[in-house]
């Protein structure tokens, strides 16, 4: 039987108006609007939003827009012609201007509230209402779900202008943390990690706004100085984005019965998530029950999967609360994110993140905000015994599943078939005492070094690699030694070719981000388009000239450098 369906072409979408004619806007039109909304969309002072699943906002575009760079692999793999992102009315439109869209869009896109969770527990000083009622998309609008090739989009503005969520603020984002979330997200995509995607990114030639920042070559902890930086918008795509906070939110009203469809509208929101993350692997014939039992293990599954993905490609989150965290198990909200250079279990970037959201801490952290989804789904299941404790014990498998995924990881990282914790905690504490670069590290264990030569360019000598190195370079050669008898089933090519698929030769370092940001305010985005171009082929040996430029230890003049090894915010 010949498959027909990858054999036939895919459809172009060369103009907006293409892409109207897939415009299926089935969130507004299934879930609840707040009955309070204006229909026109006109809502954009911070109020409190008591019922519904979204308000109704009409974006507020964005000065004298510019291209400055759009996701090449999500066009392709969407069937988008590259032109379309430099064409006007798709600019305009994704850089916030809904008034023109063609007649089957509409001009009003929608915003969404959350609730907020911090490692586990519950808040609302946040809110500036202390409510949680007016928590939410602050600058985040949605303005189109379209059905392509048969898979739903949601495609959602950051830096659209203020919402009723806003909590006062501008509801802009700047052009530096844009570029950070547009070149992250299409490298998380590279790097094989689920993640919302990159469809496009707007500066406006004129509209800045001020955000508190570091001075140039700054080791302050916290920003020194205000400056004034472009606005940009840059759309990013995910089947849906409904974060844990939002469950949580619906869930929080139920159990306080703060209005009589509450309970209602959380069985809605856990619907609607299934349908749009777990479709394929949840049955739509089964009770409301027996599908939350089902999500709540496939959400386990993919969550321990995801955070185990994080660590394998160097990747800390950075402030993973529960309004951070997507239901459907991607990467959401790249913010005071990082990929670390030297490793250090405790690697955090934000200032404000502490030891909860450090790097090896975030299995720890998933399992709260695990714990804060299940909490969030528990009220429907109040009728069903069974299910309730099924959930539980889902629950309570947390801690072995994501030890599994973490032992599967190290094993594929190394390249062994069962994980061995006396290889890994060795390793481990080499890898901290010498530091090594993780990135480079893994990389050149990849190559199956027949000693620790090619191993030594990834060391940073620290402080104790300094007091002893011959001590620490013979423990380094035992090590190798070990791990080499753990590989032997494998020739040398087969083991080298399986490694350098789990470890990348290219991350997004927070170093080589900066200057691309920097050049693009000035109006030169050649920097950004040439990252953008590496960090999408991130296991690819590539050229020489890469190899020298992004495949190097970090230069010690890096280090401790206020908004580039550290930031106390990131908006
Ligand atoms: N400039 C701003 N104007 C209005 N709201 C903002 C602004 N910056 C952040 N927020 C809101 O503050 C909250 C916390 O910010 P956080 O940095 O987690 O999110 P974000 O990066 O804006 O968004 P997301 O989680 O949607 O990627 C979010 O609800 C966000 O919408
Ligand atoms: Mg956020």
């Not at 808040?123 to 928590?135: D, E, I, K, L």
């Not at 014990?393 to 599994?404: A, D, N, S």
Request: glycine residues 8%.
């Amino acid at each position: 039987m010949p498959k027909r369906l990858s054999q036939e072409p895919q459809p172009i979408v060369a103009t907006l108006d293409d892409l109207a004619t897939l415009a299926d806007y089935s969130l507004m039109d299934t879930l609840n609007c707040d009955p309070e909304g204006k229909a026109n969309g006109a809502d954009h002072a911070p109020r409190q939003v008591f019922s519904g699943h979204y308000v109704p906002v009409i974006p507020t575009p964005i000065e004298n827009p510019e291209y400055v760079a759009h996701g090449k692999d999500l066009f392709r793999e969407l069937g988008f012609a590259d032109s379309m992102a430099q064409s006007g009315d798709f600019v305009s439109m994704f850089s916030g201007d809904l008034a023109h869209v063609p007649d089957s869009m509409r001009k009003v896109g929608w915003a969404c509230g959350y609730a907020l969770s911090i490692y586990g527990t519950e808040f609302y000083q946040q809110c500036p209402f202390q409510t949680g009622n007016g928590y939410g998309d602050g600058r985040a609008i949605s303005v189109l779900e379209a059905v392509i090739n048969g898979q739903r989009w949601e495609m959602q503005l950051k830096g659209g202008g203020r919402t009723p969520y806003c909590r006062g603020a501008d509801g802009r984002a700047v052009l530096r943390s844009s570029v950070r979330e547009f070149l992250a997200q299409e490298h998380m995509h590279a790097l094989g990690v689920p993640t919302s995607r990159s469809l496009s990114l707007y500066v406006s030639k004129t509209e800045k706004v001020r955000r508190p920042w570091y001075s140039e070559g700054s080791h302050s902890m916290n920003p020194d100085v205000l400056i004034s930086e472009p606005v940009a918008i840059s759309t990013r795509v995910a089947p849906s984005f409904i974060r844990v906070g939002q469950l949580e939110l619906f869930s929080r009203r139920a159990r306080k019965k703060e209005h009589p469809k509450a309970m209602e509208e959380l069985e809605k929101i856990v619907l609607h998530l299934i349908d749009r993350e777990y479709g394929d692997v949840i049955d739509q014939t089964l009770t409301t029950a027996e599908k939350v039992v089902l999500l709540a293990r496939e959400f386990l599954n993919r969550l321990t999967s995801l955070v185990a993905n994080w660590i394998r490609v160097g990747y800390c989150q950075g402030n993973f609360n529960s309004d951070n965290c997507a239901a459907g198990g991607f990467t959401l909200d790249y913010g005071p994110f990082g990929f670390c250079d030297a490793f250090d279990p405790q690697y955090q970037p934000w200032t404000g993140g502490g030891r909860h959201f450090s790097f090896l801490n975030q299995p720890m952290a998933a399992e709260r905000n695990f714990h804060s989804f299940c909490s969030a789904v528990r009220p429907l299941l109040a009728a069903h015994p069974y299910c309730l404790r099924q959930l539980d014990e889902i629950e309570g498998e947390f801690p072995k599943v994501m030890q599994q995924q973490m032992e599967k990881m190290w094993s594929a990282k190394l390249g062994i078939d069962a994980f061995d914790a006396g290889l890994f905690s060795e390793l481990a504490k080499l890898m901290m005492q010498t530091p090594v670069d993780y990135t480079l590290f893994f990389r050149e264990l990849s190559l199956v070094p027949d000693d620790i030569e090619p191993l030594k360019t990834s060391f940073y000598r620290g402080r104790t690699y300094a007091l002893d190195p011959e001590g620490i370079d013979e423990r380094w050669s035992a090590w190798l030694t070990e791990w080499k008898s753990l590989t032997q089933s494998r020739s040398c090519d087969e083991l080298s070719s399986q490694m350098k698929l789990v470890n990348p030769k290219y991350s997004l370092r927070e170093w080589f981000v900066v200057p691309a940001y920097q050049q693009a305010a000035a109006g030169n985005y050649a920097l950004l388009r040439e990252l953008q171009e590496v960090m999408t082929q991130p296991y690819a040996e590539q050229s020489k000239d890469v190899e020298k430029k992004y495949y190097r230890l970090k230069p010690p003049e890096f280090f401790d450098v206020g908004g580039s090894s550290h930031y106390s915010c990131s908006s």
